[in-house]
């Protein structure tokens, strides 16, 4: 069946680069996300980087930039990272799927979720990703990224903050999505995820000091 893997450069060596992979991510056909997405949008930070952050997918913005969490998810992250003492210039950050899906509203292109098949698609890069970089620890960002990396039966509601060992860092973590945080009506309920956010990049900047 279709998937990334095909798309990966053949060169050992090219495979653990990062720059070559985010070249070969620009072609790939691995689903058919790719054919109503404006760009493929790779991860983004230093290939010695600790931690490797892993949103969903790309949204509107990062689309549009090809850069992930730039817009209003990538603000909440910010503030986030910033109250956890974490620098985000010195962090990873990439997304589970790499190119942005959604349905049209008009003119107005509106999220939607990435099926199993897909992430399953898309899975060869990040594992790619973690090859090149071997994090010390990596957040899952809401439950896409957590079913990706922590397996199907992870649920984030009981489960954020588990300190996990996965075959991918000693260190794997889960925590709610900076978009679920604005997407929750109630006041309190924000500010109660957006600290339970912010506790538990603490405690992986704690784990790694
Ligand atoms: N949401 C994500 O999961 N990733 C992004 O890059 C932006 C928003
Ligand atoms: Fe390839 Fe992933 Fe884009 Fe699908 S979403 S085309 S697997 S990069």
């Known amino acids: 069946s279709m998937s990334a893997a095909e798309f990966l450069p053949d060169d050992p060596a090219r ?77 990873y950050i990439t997304n589970a799927v790499k190119h942005f899906k959604h349905t049209l509203q008009g003119s107005r292109r509106i999220h939607a979720k990435p099926s199993a098949r897909e992430i399953t698609a898309c899975k060869p890069w990040i594992e790619a990703e973690f090859a090149a970089i071997k994090p010390r620890a990596i957040v899952c960002l809401g439950a896409t990224a957590a079913q990706a990396i922590l397996g199907r039966d992870f649920r984030i509601t009981k489960q954020r903050g588990e300190i996990r060992e996965t075959p991918f860092s000693p260190i794997t973590t889960a925590t709610w999505h900076p978009s679920a945080i604005l997407r929750v009506p109630e006041e309190d309920a924000t500010q109660r995820m957006y600290d339970d956010l912010a506790d538990d990049l603490y405690a992986v900047a704690q784990l790694m000091a």
């Open 15 to 91: 495979r653990t680069d990062l720059s070559a992979l985010e070249r070969a991510a620009e072609g790939c056909r691995g689903c058919d996300l790719y054919k109503d997405a404006t760009q493929t949008v790779f991860g983004s930070g230093p290939a010695d980087a600790e931690i490797v952050f892993v949103g969903e997918q790309p949204g509107d913005n990062e689309d549009r930039t090809g850069e992930p969490f730039v817009g209003p998810a990538g603000q909440v992250l910010n503030d986030a990272l910033e109250d956890a003492g974490i620098d985000r210039s010195k962090v």
